[in-house]
């Protein structure tokens, strides 16, 4: 018997498809401390260490290791075979399609409104028009790739588009300018960012940002104080994975 199975015991008995751990907790469920280096070098809790012990555990149980974070002490475990069954997820973008849908209704129907100005709030829905040109003011690159040719890059709300009030929308300070792969991992809340610029991901999208070759251990660098209040909402309401 293994040291380390009471971890698989544990992680194998879970009902939920992922976790994130400190080491401390860890340190409970096996009954004894830690090595020194584990607290400082990913080699001890690498599962791509396959003939690790410790590995062997959350490999047999059917588990997977996602983000390590060594400064908080903690790291993400997520079920290998566990998948959002594909209706979900086309249910949940078709249920904030049908609100923004709503909210562009609105817009159309607001009699205060004159028509310019509600299409140039219906052409920030889709990152168009002012609000394009506003967000690119602020943001001059995509601040994971680098790439600055607009032609490549997607202005992208930093609160969505359907939560936010029109002077929001329109808002340069709320748009990132993002490559496309980018946008669409940023947009569905797998990224999001701290207000100093630490990246931030969510269980189960670490192979496709490897794939992609994205560093998932990146700073890209100090957001102004408007982005940072746009940015606590997208932590608090789009990211999917655990609350910064």
Request: with cysteine; hydrophobic share 35%.
């Amino acid at each position: 018997m293994s040291k380390y199975e009471p971890l698989g015991r544990y992680l194998k008995g879970l009902k939920k498809n992922a976790v994130t751990l400190s080491f401390r907790q860890i340190e409970d469920i096996l009954g004894f401390k830690l090595p020194p280096y584990a607290h400082t070098n990913t080699a001890w809790i690498n599962s791509d260490i396959k003939k690790r012990p410790q590995a062997q555990q959350w490999i047999r149980a059917g588990w997977e290791r996602g983000k390590l974070d060594l400064e908080r002490k903690e790291v993400s475990f997520i079920r290998a075979q566990a998948q959002i069954p594909k209706a979900s997820l086309a249910q949940a973008e078709l249920d904030e399609q049908e609100q923004a849908d709503e909210q562009q209704r609105n817009i159309e129907q607001d009699v205060d409104l004159t028509a310019t100005e509600k299409k140039t709030l219906i052409s920030a829905r889709i990152g168009q028009g002012q609000f394009r040109l506003s967000a690119s003011r602020v943001e001059a690159r995509c601040r994971l790739t680098g790439i600055s040719d607009l032609n490549f890059l997607i202005a992208s709300h930093i609160k969505p588009w359907k939560d936010c009030n029109n002077q929001e929308r329109l808002d340069g300070e709320n748009g990132l300018m993002l490559a496309p792969h980018i946008d669409r991992l940023f947009d569905r809340g797998w990224i999001s960012f701290s207000n100093n610029g630490d990246l931030h991901t969510a269980p189960g999208v670490e192979k496709i940002m490897t794939a992609w070759c994205i560093d998932s251990i990146k700073n890209v660098g100090q957001f102004s104080a408007e982005q940072c209040r746009y940015l606590e909402h997208h932590r608090n309401n789009v990211f999917k994975g655990r609350k910064p």
